[in-house]
């Protein structure tokens, strides 16, 4: 039979492999290897790199900060070590250098195989991994190390890092993707016995020792991220090797240059020469795998990610709905047989059908448009959304259509999964035939009533990557194609919140920001400015640099907190962006009128209708609002924090003035709404129509999870902030408990939550300045402190936010 033709004949393959047309590694011919790869095999970049570089690099800075002096742990870690046995010194000393030789062994070999990239690979390891140790050294010590004495002695006094371990470990950790699972593992041996060696031989400290692993883990990340790695991906001949033990003969292995996420795909013929289609989840692609999966389907929540992260449970679900589809007789691929092998990796091999749309782009017809409609509709009557309904998943064979890969498909599907799906095939066939045909073709399939329910998710994030693509390439506005269709069905077209770039109350606000800077101003003009520079000098930078980096993370808690307010399922990566975009935006409107406003437009273009997107950003800030207030409660009910705040002390004149100013204000601005009737009436109306959208959401809160990810959020948010305002004040040498900071933090947030200016631009300096000083903080070293704090917080993130909002912009989320 033709391939293409997809026939089941043997559907779990034990034939005899064909062994003359493909050579393979016999079991009895295999021998011990150094290198797992060809040299030609290609390189990737890996997720995995990325986290161990993130998580190398945020242990290497907090070792670097409690390094020197040794803490108590770590100085009774070293009096006991140094208690052993001194006879045993040469057997440390031989460790450390066995380590050092595995290095040149690598670096040698890596040049006579004429392995010249790995080579490169590994001297810029070196090179890279000297450079970080020297630099690291420099900060914690205050001086350069000598570096000869550093690199050829194994003897105390002790380095910091231990340069001799570095270096070497950079090297091994760069070699290990390219090397086999034997040499692997010696490596893995080597690095923890030689950091034990050498803090028993007294060279460095355990923190020492630890710190040239990590630098060792953190170079080796930065290289395989330039570079890339083989690692991810087995090698055609392991496939052919794991299709031996499965008895599937094959032939004709090859593995197309383009790879997809997740899996390494190979095509090969049966014995017949009838095509196979292999997925090998193999056991060194598991965490880039795993990675992928977390990343496509929690961060961006992309169509069609696969829903299990496991690469058995992958495969059993790939298989099982692919089985249900075609049983139901939808047109798709045929499971020949899955399994994993000795090795652990895990197979799922196909049969493929027909041939992909976008292969033979001159197929699409108004038949082949019926067609796509008639086995999405199929498929959803089986019981089953696919995800991922794009030209490269939709088969033509003969005259109909069929659907393949069902990696991200799912049974039982809620509601948002089906209109996900009609919403793809709607923009496929757009793309494919034109804007008119296509609109017709989706009203005829689905009726009027089934095309306005997925208007609201033509959007970009509901579609695939590879159509995401296609319309920037076809200049296709989506809004355009969502009126043009609601016009069709005869239902008023969604409409989207406007952002104003202008108004009177910007110019209002404006003004009030002209003011909170003169407020602010006069706050500082009675300050000692000598002595604040003196401050700022003696600062701890260590701890200034966690203070800013700790100021970076509530919005990924804020949008924590958003997914939970969402009654659907939204990706975390664009909401995370679009926190920081609120951090722009606030610059012009106040914080939560800027967060609910931006917030009804993001979910708006994500398929909410605007009463809900309205409730959702109700959701969000009252959840905050109720956070705050619970935690302050607690603080003064159960915890001395607000007996421990010096009261008695003389306030600071300017902040006196502010706050007195700040009040005055407050009072005028509610006392004008209630001596205005217009005005009263506008604000209670107004009121009145928040409070009840936000019970009627609250109402809707059932589910645990949504509960647990808002407070959760809302509380990660609160600590994190205080936690950076401590870090900030530490680095003047004043450590403030948690709960006194979170106390500060959450009561100035609420005054200036309630004021119409900017950011509190003055109100949140100068209460945050009146609480640390009442905490006990010398005047200039807690303006110092603040200034630190909110130049993190405040005055840097919209910098990268601006980004974030055109980003947002650009892929239609606003």
Known sequence: MAPGSGRNDGAVGTATPDRRATARPSARRRRLRLYAAAKA????????????????????????????????????????????????????????????????????????RRRLLLARDLMAAAAVALGASLAIARLVQGSWPPIWDALSSAEPPPFFPFLRLALPCAVVMTASPHLSLSARRVGRLLIPVAAGAAAVLGATTPSGALAGVLIGAMTAATVHLIFGSSSGRPSVDAVAAALDALRIGATSLGAPDRQPAGFFLVHAEDEHGDPLVVKVYGRDAHDTQLLTTLWRTVWYRAPGSPIVPGRRQQVEHEAFLTLLAGQAGVITQKVVTAGATAADDVLLVLRPVGEELADVPARWS??????????????????????????????????????????????APS????RTDEAQALVATVLAVGREPGLEAAARALGPDGLAAALPFVQVTALTGAQRADVRRADLDLDDLRDGAAVLTGVEPPKLVRL??????????????????????????????????????????WFVVVGVLLAQLPRLSQAVSTLGA??????????????????????????????????????????????????????????????????LLGILLFTPASLELDLGGQAPSGIVRLLVVVVLVAVGAVATVVIVPRWRRAVLARLRVLLGEALGAVRGLRSPRR??????????????????????????????????????????????????????????????????????MPEEAAFAAVLLYRLATFYLPPIWGFFAFRWLQRNKHL
Do not use: C
Request: avoid cysteine; charged fraction near 10%; proline fraction near 5%.
């Open 707 to 776: 509960i647990t990810m808002l407070l959760v959020g809302a509380i990660t948010t609160e600590v994190l902030f205080a936690a950076a305002l401590g870090a900030t004040a530490r680095a003047f040498g004043y450590p403030i408990g948690l709960s006194e900071l979170l106390l500060i933090n959450m009561s100035v947030a609420l005054l200036a939550g309630v004021l119409p200016i900017p950011g509190g631009i003055g109100v949140v300096e100068g209460g945050l300045t009146f609480g640390l000083v009442r905490a006990g």
């Open 566 to 631: 969402s009654p659907i399922p939204l990706p975390l990566g664009p909401v995370y962006a679009l926190q920081l975009a609120v951090s722009y935006i606030n610059l012009a409107l106040p914080s939560t009128a800027a967060r609910i406003a931006v917030n009804i437009r993001f979910l708006q273009r994500h398929g909410l209708p605007p009463g809900s997107a309205l409730a959702v950003g109700a959701i969000d800030g009252f959840s905050g609002f109720v956070v705050q207030m619970g935690l």
């Open 415 to 418: 509601e948002e999964r089906l």
């Open 41 to 112: 095999d290609p390189r990737s970049r890996r997720a995995t790199d990325v986290i161990r570089l993130v998580a190398a690099a945020s242990g290497l800075a907090l070792l670097s900060l409690i390094a020197i002096p040794p803490a108590g742990f770590e100085r009774a870690l070293i009096t006991f070590i140094s208690a052993g046995p001194g006879s045993l010194a040469n057997l440390w000393q031989f460790l450390v250098d066995l380590l050092a030789l595995l290095a040149v062994v690598l670096l040698v070999a890596a040049v006579v």
């Open 500 to 541: 104003r770039r202008v108004t009177w109350g910007s110019v209002l606000q404006v003004a009030l920001l002209v003011f909170a800077f003169f407020a602010m101003a006069s706050t500082v003009g009675g300050l000692d400015l000598d002595n604040l520079r003196q401050q700022l000098r003696d600062a701890t930078w």
């Open 366 to 411: 108004p038949d082949v448009v019926k067609g796509v409609w008639s086995v999405l509709q199929l498929l959803h009557r089986t019981g089953i959304a696919h995800g991922q309904v794009d030209d490269h998943h939709l088969v033509i064979l003969g005259d109909d259509v069929g659907l393949i890969d069902f990696r991200g498909g799912v049974v």
